[in-house]
């Protein structure tokens, strides 16, 4: 393990540079601050938009008079993970690089490279002076990383360029060129509260273990949602014992597949243990069927205290059946793409909030058809149960555009300095290109970067080989739009 040299290389001298910058979301004032004297002790124009994005206009050198304007975009932001034995203080401490063998890590934090890499290849391509190049735009935005709010926030005017590279994706050799929407949709159903009747008994039951995961890289593993596992036994019993709902939640974010849910039931005392044998049956059998895709999965039920309130008859039933029924899972496949889903929705927390039952879910699809999809079964599920419905604004997905000239120049000038072919798909996750690609009709994008893994955890890493490889890439495709046609 060696302390990176600062002067090996001037892209990892400029990511050094940022990373002495305390910069989780929200907190990018200082790291544009220090972007904006850059800009400004090399003679570049430098604006900010009123949310704190930031263009810089870099002239171009030794191009066709009609060379296209080509914006470099990243985000400033990064995600703030850390292991639980650092200490490191995320507002005030420099992200520590340390070199092992071809790769470049963090001290036990998040490395940031997600995505200062695209800020240090954008300086150090406008500091690049002995290359051809067209007029760039270097667009760093803020936020990225709750929420893509920045992107969502800029000025519609904001930039010139009719090319836009963004260099957000953490894995070389493929080219990003579509991605999904989103929009998170609850349903908020009205419940009536009463006391439990007498000779009663209550059981509260316990599902946790689950893998999880993204809600949109990883809905395709067919990983299972604790809540409707849940939700499916306590349908099991409902229909064959006069069973009360008292509790249900399950789930920790709208773009996490929920781990862990829990139930409550009320049972009657005289066949309690019945009901339980019961239980435990189907438990076992559940999780017998489901050991190879979730191997750490558990399902604990125990006698409990009565509660003061449960559900009545009907809403217990309801709560139950809209969970059983609620879309989850991949809806529908890319036409295009293999493996890649193209519509899915994740039932992502469920919770009790007053006298509402709320299910929070997140639709995700390249195209407004599939979200409304998605929201037009959901709705049809209120419809039934008399509940309501609320929709967030949501943000626009990329839809794919595989014979545009920037991708097959991107193939091209892959192929000459790799030899190899690049791999062309899409992600169902949200990325700033549809967000901005909204904004901009006609502007041609593509996403890629350098290999990446361990993204969001303290186990980032960066490959230093393959940042040389993306850096060649982009040099060599500078020269192809400042000369070729
Ligand atoms: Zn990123």
Redesign the pocket.
Known sequence: METIDKSTDRIIEIFAELNAIPRCSKNEAAVRQWAKLWAESRGFACKTDKYGNILISVPGKDHKPDAPTVVIQG?FDMVCEKSPDSDHNFTKDPIRLIREGEWIKADKTTLGA??GIAIAYGMALAEKNDISRPPIELLFTVE??IGLNGAIEMENDFFRGTVLLNI?SGEEGIFIIGCSGGKNIKLILDIKKTAPPPAYETIAIAAGGFTGGHSGIDINKNRKNAIRVLATIAASLMKQYPIYIAGFSGGSASNAIPRDAMTIIVVPAAIKNEIKEKLDEEVDSICKALRKIEPSLYIKSEFTAVPEYILNKADSGKIINILCAFPNGPISMSEDFENVVDTSCNMAMVCFNGNKFEVLASARSPHQLGIKEVETSIRAIADMTSADIWTEEGYPGWIPAPDSSLIKRCMKVYREISGTEPKITTIHAGLECGVIGSKYPGLEIISFGPDIEG?HSPFERMNVASVERVWNFILKLMCSFAREE
């Open positions: 985000h997600d995505n990225e990383e957000d993204l």
